[in-house]
């Protein structure tokens, strides 16, 4: 028989497989300022493509509705005018000539505009999900932190639309 020196072989073993191991795996945050481009461009919940144009105008729209109503948190309207960014999106909603006309969107658009700003909204936090209605309803959120992630919402729309 044979002696085998067991520390030696777990050396040779750790050393062998360190040399084969793959090297860590390298994060890196995504930047707000280049975010990653839809794969299909925008597509509403009912599956159908939505321009990037139409996206961005339904985010406006809903932003006009928060500056001349008032934004809420905790619900999705008051009664009074006021309206979370959820409420502002599903109140920009349309149908017919009338909602192309003042540029409001369907519910196409509506879809597409809501995954828009949690693209921002993940991007931002370099996090896989992100909730529109839970970020509104953060304590110590703002209107200007509201306005400013509709704005570079709407701008994401039409770049990667």
């Known amino acids: 028989m044979f002696e085998i020196d067991a520390e030696l072989l777990f050396e040779e073993v750790a050393e062998f ?59 999705v309207g008051d009664g009074q005018g006021r309206r979370c960014i959820a409420g502002a999106l599903i109140a920009s909603m349309g149908s017919g000539l009338v909602a192309r006309w003042r540029g409001y969107g369907d519910c196409r658009s509506f879809g597409a505009a809501t995954k828009c700003l949690q693209m921002v909204l993940a991007s931002r936090s370099g996090g896989g999900n992100a909730f529109v209605e839970s970020w509104n309803d953060v ?19 039409r770049v990667h639309g």
Not at 139 to 157: D, H, Q, Y
């Open 139 to 157: 304590l110590g959120r703002s209107f200007p932190e509201v306005r400013a992630l509709m704005v570079e919402g709407a701008a994401l729309a």
């Open 17 to 75: 497989l360190e040399e084969q191991a793959p090297p860590p795996p390298v994060f890196v945050r995504p930047s707000v300022a280049v975010p990653v481009p839809p794969p299909l461009g925008w597509v509403g919940y009912d599956g159908r493509r939505v321009s990037g144009e139409a996206v961005a105008r339904h985010i406006e729209a809903a932003l006009r509705l928060l500056e001349s109503g008032g934004w809420v948190q905790g619900q």
